[in-house]
């Protein structure tokens, strides 16, 4: 199964941009880079896919390695509820295992 | 839409004692899952389903046993509980193999 490396934590201003790192250097032609959020206490939550493009939606942007052998998502103005642990995961087309790594703790300071 | 439910929220079992989490989405999703969050640590993948008569292993099934007879179920047996199985249990649903997960709200278990 392919894996993704995160830095462990980082750390942020308010309303300034976030970029937040994933390296997936063993991945495969088929497989989805997901990203889920998980604020404190509750269930991890989706916040952004893509396969090979950049990808925009109203939580974040994405932007995939031109190798696709990297990621990183994109939170233009961090606000204080962006405050989580961010999940860089890889997701088979065809099914199978979803295996989430220790995720990148965001910290957001006012 | 309901989305993904899990009961019950909280659970206190004594060693040795044997329960079932249940889990059900009402979005007609194919692959379901249950991961496991110790406290401060990752999420980590107990079971998983692709469609109903259809389950596999994940990272760390051992001492515990899923079933899914239909789309919409998918519970997760406990058979003789650990202390080391304390912990918050996720279940999780996706429609097709590769789409997006949904994940429940979660039941937080404690084994005495």
């Known amino acids: 199964d392919a894996k993704t490396t995160q830095p462990n934590s980082m750390e942020s201003n308010e309303e300034e941009p976030v970029h937040l790192p994933c390296n997936h250097s063993t991945i495969s032609g088929t497989d989805y880079i997901h990203w889920y959020r998980q604020l404190p206490s509750q269930g991890p939550e989706y916040v952004i896919h893509?396969?090979?493009s950049n990808v925009n939606n109203r939580m974040a942007s994405l932007a995939i390695a031109e190798d696709r052998k990297s990621s990183t998502l994109i939170l233009h103005r961090a606000t204080l509820r962006d405050a989580a642990v961010y999940y860089c995961?890889?997701?088979?087309?065809?099914?199978?295992?979803?295996?989430f790594g220790q995720g990148t703790e965001l910290s957001v300071k006012p | 839409n309901a989305g993904v439910t899990q009961t019950p929220k909280f659970q206190v079992l004594k060693t040795g004692q044997s329960m079932t989490l249940q889990c059900a989405q009402d979005m007609n999703h194919e692959y379901m899952s249950w991961y496991r969050q110790d406290p401060g640590m990752g999420l980590r993948l107990i079971h998983y389903s692709v469609g109903a008569g259809i389950t596999d292993q994940g990272e760390v099934p051992n001492g515990y046993n899923v079933s899914r007879s239909t789309t919409e179920d998918f519970p997760l047996r406990l058979l003789s509980a650990a202390p080391s199985q304390t912990s918050v249990y996720f279940c999780?649903?996706?429609f097709g193999q590769g789409g997006i997960l949904y994940f429940g709200p979660g039941t937080r278990l404690t084994v005495t």
């Open positions: 995961i890889l997701r088979q087309y065809r099914g199978g295992k979803l295996i």
């Open positions: 893509g396969l090979t």
């Open positions: 999780a649903s996706s």
